[in-house]
C-alpha cells in the first residue's frame, strides 16, 4: 500500500517568517493529495489540495507544489502569523480508492 | 465548522465492553469514511461507505464493524474493547465514490477504554 513519510516533525518559525513542509510518496498511482490542519481538540480541516495534473496551487499565504517523478509535494506557508500554529498533516490517495495516505504531522509553532 | 457532526465527543468505558459512536455526513455527500487517529498509529484509514454500501476497507480489526443508513448517517461499533483501541475516532464525509472528492472531517470522538 501507499507510504507516506512527512518532515519536520517539528518546525519553529518568527512571526512573519516562512514555513516549509515536505512529504514523499511510494505509489505512483496516487494522483491527489491533500493538506490538513489540526488544531488542538478539532478534526482535521482540509487547507489546500492538489492533483497530479497541476504542478503547483496557491491560496493566499499558502501554496502546494508537487513532483510527480520525485513523488514529493510539500506546503508553503509564507508571512506566517501565530494562529497558524497547529499539527499539519499530508495526505495521498488515488482514484477508485479515494481513502487517504496520511503522513505523521508537523507540529507548527509560530514565534510572535 | 465542517458540517460533519460526531457523538458522543467523549467516550469511556471499559476493557471488553462494546460502544457505537455515530456519524452525520455533510447535506448532500454521500460519502462516509472513519479513521482512527493514536500516537503510535497516527491517522488511519479504517473502512468507507457509498450511499449505504462498502466501498473500502483499511486497518479496520475484525472487532470493529460499521454500517451507513438510508439516511446516509454511519455508525462504527467497537466491541471486545482493549485498552489498545483508546484513541480519537473520526469521521469524514465526501460527495461520491471512484473520483478524489474532498473529504471533510467531523470533531471525533475521543474513546478512552480503562
Known amino acids: 500500500g501507499e507510504n507516506v513519510e512527512q518532515h519536520p516533525s517539528t518546525l519553529s518559525v518568527q512571526e512573519g517568517d516562512s514555513a516549509v513542509i515536505k512529504c514523499t510518496y511510494s505509489?505512483?498511482?496516487?494522483?491527489?493529495f491533500p493538506w490538513y490542519k489540526q488544531e488542538l481538540g478539532k478534526g482535521p480541516q482540509l487547507i489546500i489540495d492538489i492533483r497530479s495534473n497541476v504542478g503547483e496551487k496557491k491560496d493566499q499565504r499558502i501554496a502546494v507544489t508537487l513532483n510527480k517523478t520525485a513523488k514529493h509535494f510539500s506546503l508553503h506557508i509564507t508571512e506566517t502569523q501565530p494562529e497558524d500554529s497547529a499539527v499539519y498533516f499530508c495526505a495521498a490517495s488515488t482514484t477508485g480508492a479515494n481513502n487517504l495516505f496520511f503522513g505523521t504531522g508537523t507540529r507548527l509553532t509560530v514565534i510572535p | 465548522d465542517s458540517g460533519v457532526t460526531q457523538t458522543p465527543k467523549h467516550l469511556i468505558t471499559a476493557t471488553g465492553q462494546r460502544v457505537t459512536l455515530r456519524c452525520s455526513p455533510r447535506?448532500?455527500?454521500?460519502?462516509v469514511y472513519w479513521y482512527q487517529q493514536s500516537l503510535d498509529q497516527g491517522l488511519q484509514f479504517l473502512i468507507q461507505?457509498?450511499?449505504?454500501?462498502?466501498?473500502a476497507k483499511g486497518n479496520i480489526l475484525e472487532r470493529f464493524s460499521a454500517q451507513q443508513f438510508p439516511d446516509l448517517h454511519s455508525e462504527l461499533n467497537l466491541s471486545s474493547l482493549e485498552l489498545g483501541d483508546s484513541a480519537l475516532y473520526f469521521c469524514a464525509s465526501s460527495l461520491g465514490w471512484g473520483r478524489n472528492h474532498e473529504q471533510y472531517f467531523g470533531p471525533g470522538t475521543r474513546l478512552t477504554v480503562t
Open positions: 461507505y457509498y450511499n449505504g454500501e462498502e466501498r
Open positions: 447535506s448532500g455527500d454521500l460519502s
Open positions: 505509489d505512483s498511482a496516487s494522483n491527489y
